[in-house]
T-cell receptor, first 111, second 116 residues
Framework: ELKVEQNPLFLSMQEGKNYTIYCNYS?????LYWYRQDPGKSLESLFV?????AVKQEGRLMASLDTKARLSTLHITAAVHDLSATYFC???????????FGKGTSLLVTP | DADVTQTPRNRITKTGKRIMLECSQT?????MYWYRQDPGLGLRLIYY???????NKGEISDGYSVSRQAQAKFSLSLESAIPNQTALYFC???????????????FGQGTRLTVV
C-alpha cells in the first residue's frame, strides 16, 4: 500500500519568512504532484514533478523531487498572506494512475 | 463553464436514503476518480475508472458504488447513507499520456454531503 506523509500538518509563519514542507512516500513512483486548496474550494494544480531531480518554481513556491529518497519538498520564500491555504502532495500508485494524497499542510501566513 | 462539473454542490439527506452524486467532464479524458475529503485526513480514493468498461475500487469503497455511463460521466452512489459518510466529495479526471508528459488530475468543485 502506497503511503504519503506530509509534514508539518499545520504551519503558521510570519510574512517574509522562508519555510519548507516535506512529502515522503513509501514505494517507488515516477511522478509527484503538488496541489493547493483554499477553504471550501477545489484543488488547484501547482506542480507536476516527473523525474528524479526535477525542480519547478512558480513565484514564491519551489518544488523538488528526489525519487531515490522518495521525498519531495515545497519551499516557500518570503511568504505573503495570499499563500495561506492547504497544500497537498500526491503520488501515483504503482498499479496505475490513481493519485494517493497526503493529509495536507494547512499554512497560515500572518503579518 | 467548468471542465469537470459535479452535481449537486450541496446535499443534505437522511440516514438510510439512497443518493447519487454526478460528475461530468468536457476534457475528453478517459480516467475519472471519486475522492472523499474529511478534515485532517486528506483525500481518500473511493473508486476510479480508466475507461467505460473499467471500474476499480479505491481504499474506501465500502458503502459506495459507481457507474460509468459514458466517457464523460461518472456517478457515485450511496446505497444507504449513514452519518459517517458526511464529507466533501470530489470528482477528478486525468489523461494517460506518453511517459514524461503531464498526467495531472483536474478536480470538480466538490459536493458537500451531509447525512443526518
Amino acid at each position: 500500500e502506497l503511503k504519503v506523509e506530509q509534514n508539518p500538518l499545520f504551519l503558521s509563519m510570519q510574512e517574509g519568512k522562508n519555510y519548507t514542507i516535506y512529502c515522503n512516500y513509501s514505494t517507488t513512483s515516477d511522478r509527484l504532484y503538488w496541489y493547493r486548496q483554499d477553504p471550501g474550494k477545489s484543488l488547484e494544480s501547482l506542480f507536476v514533478l516527473l523525474s528524479n531531480g526535477a525542480v519547478k518554481q512558480e513565484g514564491r513556491l519551489m518544488a523538488s523531487l528526489d525519487t531515490k529518497a522518495r521525498l519531495s519538498t515545497l519551499h516557500i520564500t518570503a511568504a505573503v498572506h495570499d499563500l495561506s491555504a492547504t497544500y497537498f502532495c500526491a503520488v501515483n500508485s504503482n498499479s496505475g494512475y490513481a493519485l494517493n494524497f497526503g493529509k495536507g499542510t494547512s499554512l497560515l501566513v500572518t503579518p | 463553464d467548468a471542465d469537470v462539473t459535479q452535481t449537486p454542490r450541496n446535499r443534505i439527506t437522511k440516514t438510510g436514503k439512497r443518493i447519487m452524486l454526478e460528475c461530468s467532464q468536457t476534457k475528453g479524458h478517459d480516467r475519472m476518480y471519486w475522492y472523499r475529503q474529511d478534515p485532517g485526513l486528506g483525500l481518500r480514493l473511493i473508486y476510479y475508472s480508466f475507461d467505460v468498461k473499467d471500474i476499480n475500487k479505491g481504499e474506501i469503497s465500502d458503502g459506495y458504488s459507481v457507474s460509468r455511463q459514458a466517457q464523460a460521466k461518472f456517478s457515485l452512489s450511496l446505497e444507504s447513507a449513514i452519518p459517517n459518510q458526511t464529507a466533501l466529495y470530489f470528482c477528478a479526471t486525468s489523461d494517460l499520456r506518453e511517459r514524461g508528459k503531464d498526467t495531472e488530475a483536474f478536480f470538480g468543485q466538490g459536493t458537500r454531503l451531509t447525512v443526518v
